[in-house]
Structures are given as C-alpha cells and as structure tokens.
C-alpha cells in the first residue's frame, strides 16, 4: 500500500517532532483551509534558555469571529520579532553551530513591520529544510475537509496543551544541549535547538 501523505498544520519553528513526521513523506501537506485556532503551535514555539524552557508567541491581530489561518496578520505592536530574536541569541549564541546559521535565520526578525503569519511561518520552515539539506514538496489545502480520505491526518498530533510530549518523537535521542551542565536534557524543544547544537548532525538525528 502506498504510504498516506501527512496532513498538518504549519507551526512557528517546529517541535522536532513535528520535522520528523514530515521527513517521514516527500509530500507534505499544510492545511491552509482552517480557520485560525488560539493556544497552538502555529503562533508559539519553545526554546532552552538559561533560565530554563521559555515560551515564544507571536502576537496576532485576530478579529472576532472565524479567520482563516492564511489570513492572520501579526501584530507590528509589541516588538516580538525583535524580542524573539535576543531570546533565541541569548540562549544559542553559545551553542556549537549558532554563528554557522544565524545569517538564515535573522532576516526574518528583522524590523517592525506586519507580516502575515503563514508566510513568516512557511519561510522559516523552507530555511529549516534548506539546512538539512533535504527536499520536500510541501503542498496546501485549498478546502477544509473535517473528515479528510487518503491523507494521514496529523493536525491536531501536535498542540500547546499536549507540551510535545515523548511519545510524539519517532526518535528519541539525546543530543549536547547548551546549558547540559545546569538542566537534566529537554527532549522535543523547537527544531531551533537542534539544529543550533547538533549542526550536520541534526538530518541524522531526525531521520533514525
């Protein structure tokens, strides 16, 4: 039987998990059809700080009422992009690989104006894929179907109040974290903190 292509959301710099499922297909398919949902991956993301797990979430402008995901406009107000970037820096500067990609990455954070979320989203995605080297045809829906046929559907595998459990993981390994000495190892954190401590590695981590 031929293997189903995956269904999924288009999170802010993914959990790995999340990159693993998707490297599981050549074809992934990002559902663009939803409405936008509150308290999940597609506006938050979680890095390893000095202090411990931080949380980073991207201001919304979300109207009342249902507002499809592809439509959701960040919020040029609070300064997250500028804030986001000093909290990955912060807690990556250190690690092994930070100086080798952070050039990919900052543009991204760079100034204040409004930018669409599932753009910012997707563009950041195509820079994570771009460094693992690996090349994946990412397709979107062009309608929400509840109950989807020939897909695997994995939209709801990854949310908030899950906390991207272990269970998740296809692979669950450890790798150097920057701050090992001061916390016991943080498993499925954004792909960020892979990629930043792990570097070349991090493609055969994800795909073991």
Do not use: G, M, S
């Given at each position: 039987m031929k293997p189903q292509i995956p269904l999924m959301?288009?999170?802010?710099l993914p959990c790995i998990a999340w990159v693993q499922h998707a490297l599981q297909r050549d074809v992934v398919l990002l559902e663009a059809s939803e409405h936008y949902i509150k308290q999940s991956y597609?506006?938050?993301?979680?890095?390893?700080s000095a202090n411990g797990v931080?949380?980073?979430?991207i201001p919304v402008l979300h109207e009342s009422g249902k507002q499809k995901i592809t439509e959701i406009?960040?919020?040029p107000n609070e300064n997250w992009k500028r804030n986001h970037w000093q909290s990955i820096e912060s807690a990556y500067n250190k690690s092994a690989f930070f100086m080798y990609y952070r050039h990919l990455f900052e543009p991204y954070f760079k100034g204040d104006a409004q930018v669409?979320?599932?753009?910012?989203?997707l563009g950041l995605l195509q820079v994570i894929f771009k460094i693992l080297k690996v090349q994946i045809r990412f397709e979107h829906t062009r309608t929400y179907e509840k109950n989807p046929e020939q897909v695997l559907d994995?939209?709801?595998?990854?949310?908030?109040?899950?906390?991207c459990p272990e269970t998740e993981l296809i692979a669950n390994k450890k790798y150097l974290q920057v701050f090992a000495e001061k916390y016991p190892?943080?498993?499925n954190l954004s792909v960020l903190d892979l990629l930043f401590n792990a570097g070349p590695d991090a493609g055969r981590y994800l795909r073991a």
């Open positions: 959301i288009l999170p802010y597609r506006n938050r993301t979680r890095i390893l931080q949380a980073l979430q406009e960040t919020d669409n979320l599932w753009q910012h989203n994995l939209r709801a595998a990854f949310h908030c109040k899950n906390k190892f943080e498993p």
